[in-house]
């Protein structure tokens, strides 16, 4: 019998393997399969697409730490900022050109800005925690504002330029490149994020979101684990803010604004948080409704917005994503 229920066991746990890297394929062929659908949609705005890839990359790191941990933030635009402005000095100053020592000079800016968003933050609980972080974003902008002879302050740092990928691949003026290895870079990190978020230490992160008083009773760290995943978090985020300084040619302080930390937020509420894949809907919807919008309306396109938001949080609490998951769940368990 025990033979028996062991081997149930781990059939059962094999079955669950295969689904998990089932879903990450299709996750994998869903990304490839839009990008290839945008660039036949918006040839010749290319920039749009790239830009919302690196902001797409910013939101899932949002979700690594507020949707996978509780962590309660409005300043997580610091840690994108850091990893544009550490890329794009590298460029401006130090004349390192190539775009894959910038990507790392992202990560190592974006994953030092989160050690230290995560030291400060994490010291608080709840609503703390969001004044602790409006207060790091505004210190992070003002910083930089004041360093003007290395981030250029509020005229922006110029100067930036990116040599041919592996010597071949030129930055066209039409995007093509930039549009290419922004989807490569997201590919690679949504592998990555989802190994991550299903590793016992991502489990351990939900543990800690849930209950931290039974993860503690356990001899686990909370806070060490949040301080983990908030420089993983940064590390993600200075990838979307290298690449946004690689593909623009220019870091100005609007990477370290409230105003891109609160609209990365709702971006994830919009998409459903606690989930990569709502993490990439809510930002790909936002944005371009937001373009949409704006180009049809720019007198009252944020009312527009707005409402979506609103019907969105009273008609769908779980994100656009969340609840069409749960839909779709719930329509397979009642078929079964």
Not at 54 to 63: C, G, N, Q
Not at 101 to 121: D, F, K, Y
Not at 188 to 205: D, N, T
Not at 265 to 288: C, E, R, Y
Request: charged share 10%.
């Amino acid at each position: 019998m025990a033979a028996i229920m062991n081997t149930e066991t781990a059939t059962s746990a094999t079955a669950r393997t295969h689904r998990s890297w089932g879903r990450d394929a299709a996750g994998v062929a869903a990304i490839v399969v839009v990008a290839v659908i945008g660039y036949f949609i918006f040839p010749d705005n290319l920039a749009l697409l790239t830009r919302i890839v690196a902001i797409a990359l910013l939101v899932l790191s949002l979700d690594l730490v507020t949707g996978y941990c509780g962590v309660a933030t409005l300043g997580h635009a610091a840690l994108f900022g850091s990893g544009a402005y550490a890329a794009g000095i590298l460029s401006a100053h130090y004349g390192i050109n190539d775009p894959l020592l910038m990507t790392l000079a992202g990560i190592i800016g974006g994953a030092a800005a989160g050690l230290i968003s995560g030291a400060v933050i994490l010291r608080g609980h709840g609503l703390p925690q969001l004044v602790l972080s409006i207060a790091l974003i505004n210190l992070f902008h003002e910083f930089a504002n004041k360093a003007s002879g290395w981030t250029g302050g509020s005229d922006g740092l110029s100067g930036i330029s990116a040599d041919p990928i592996f010597g071949y691949f030129e930055f066209d003026l039409y995007g093509h490149t930039a549009y290419a290895f922004a989807i490569a870079l997201l590919l690679i990190v949504f592998v990555v994020l989802r190994l991550l978020v299903r590793s016992p230490f991502g489990m351990l992160c939900r543990g800690i979101k849930e209950d931290p008083v039974r993860i503690r009773a356990m001899g686990a760290s909370p806070k060490a684990a949040l301080m983990k995943m908030y420089v993983i978090s940064g590390a993600v985020a200075g990838v979307g803010g290298a690449l946004n300084a690689i593909t623009t040619q220019v870091v100005g302080l609007d990477s370290l604004s409230f105003t891109m930390s609160a609209e990365s937020l709702v971006m994830l509420v919009l998409g459903g948080t606690g989930s990569l894949f709502g993490a990439l809907s809510g930002t790909v919807i936002f944005m371009l409704f937001e373009d949409y919008v704006s180009a049809a309306n720019p007198f009252h396109w944020l009312t527009m917005v707005g409402a979506l938001l609103i019907a969105v949080v009273l008609f769908a609490p779980k994100g656009l994503y969340g609840t069409a998951a749960a839909f779709l769940n719930r329509r397979k368990e009642a078929g079964q």
